[in-house]
């Protein structure tokens, strides 16, 4: 009787440890799926009442700025670099790129509160102050791009710049640039 009561004590202790363990591990793991969630679903709010995502840009920002180049998700940049780039958009890295005050004021409201998500942040570890205006300048990128020989990217006519994002990260303006699935054009998967 003695055994079988011990045996009891040993099976409820071991049921309430698996309990309250299956339970923390519930809960971390909804937590990082809240931060999943949030990285997936940052959304911003534009002047018609609509929100975007990450994954859905903007319209207006997609017109105006991915008519010259690869609409960059927001993200991509720290508030301080998008507002520098909003005040010097007479001088866009060598064009003309002034819209008027209407277009301007929402495109920065949109890029500021785009930015401003947590989404990215691993991004802007070690900028202390700055405010790159490239995303080619952020430290977190140079880290994760500098074993591509320059072959790859500069001597490649489908590729010829890091800022050409979307050559090799297919999913690049839709904000995915997981590792796994680049492919650099003439090159093929790559892997480092």
Known sequence: MKHRTMMMMGYTLLASILTFSFYGMGQSLASSNDEYEEHDSAEVEYEDGKRYTAAKQNP???????SCHMAYPAQLLPTASWQKIMRGLEDHFGENAEVDATTRQ??????????SSRSYQKLFRNLGDQAPLRITELPYFVHEHDEIPSRFIRANDKVSSLSQCNACHQQAERGQFD?????????GRWDD
């Open 106 to 115: 929402a495109l920065e409201k949109y890029l500021l509160k785009a930015s």
């Open 60 to 66: 207006l920002y997609v017109d105006e700025c991915g």
């Open 179 to 187: 590792e796994d699935d680049v492919i650099i054009p003439g090159v």
